[in-house]
């Protein structure tokens, strides 16, 4: 069964509006998770590394302010799209590494009218 | 830094005919690397995984060789079929990375009865 979840899978906003979602590892306790986004047709690229206990960890080009990610617990990282804007709109994933291996949230489309 | 680069798609081509994917990789320490499969409208699966010189990751009949000397990862098929039809990402993660993974640009495969 799956191992990591997302919610929500899907989300419609209207712009200038904030929206969370969360990542969710089953099971099992992740120090770390990351953040990644797919634009259509495109590759993921990775946006944070979420760090159970302290600031996350973002890559060059993402605005922190921006994309709040927040690491509370063990098993739960929450990333928070501030003032959302229609060039938000993505495929938001979450990957965890557990014992070397990597495991995908499924996935949350976030559209922004 | 750590980056991945793949030939450039679209690849057309006819069942059961032979698929080579190239990528090649940049990476400070030593790498453990993948292909990940996107068939249309879903999430990025495993398809196969080396995490160190010489070994060499196969599943459903795709096979890659983690070549050190060249830093090449490249994917085969001896006879593609139409279920094949995906996008396909060749990966890197780093341990002193923090495990993060680093996508490649994706190649895009059709194959045509």
């Known amino acids: 069964g799956a191992v990591v979840s997302q919610h929500p899978s899907w989300v419609i906003c209207k712009s200038g509006t904030s929206v969370k979602i969360e990542c969710r590892s089953l099971d099992f306790q992740a120090t770390t998770m990351f953040w990644y986004r797919q634009f259509p047709k495109q590759s993921l690229m990775l946006m944070a590394t979420?760090?159970?206990?302290?600031?996350?960890?973002?890559e060059q080009g993402v605005e922190k302010d921006k994309f709040l990610i927040n690491h509370a617990s063990l098993t739960l990282s929450t990333l928070t799209v501030t003032s959302a804007h229609p060039e938000d709109s993505s495929f938001y994933i979450c990957?965890?590494?557990?014992?070397?291996?990597?495991?995908f949230g499924p996935g949350t489309r976030l559209t922004v009218t | 830094g750590n980056s991945v680069t793949q030939m450039e798609g679209p690849v057309t081509l006819s069942e059961e005919a032979f698929l080579t994917i190239n990528c090649t990789y940049t990476a400070t320490g030593y790498p453990s690397l993948f292909w990940y499969v996107q068939y249309p409208g879903e999430g990025l699966q495993l398809l196969l995984k080396?995490?160190?010189?010489?070994d060499k990751g196969s599943n459903k009949g795709f096979e890659a060789t983690y070549r050190k000397e060249t830093t090449s990862f490249h994917l085969e098929k001896g006879s593609v079929q139409v279920s094949d039809s995906a996008v396909y990402f060749c990966a890197l993660s780093v341990e002193t990375s923090y495990d993060k993974v680093i996508f490649g640009p994706g190649t895009s495969l059709s194959v045509i009865p």
């Open positions: 979420s760090n159970e206990g302290s600031k996350a960890t973002y």
């Open positions: 990957i965890v590494e557990r014992e070397s291996e990597q495991y």
């Open positions: 080396a995490t160190k010189a010489d």
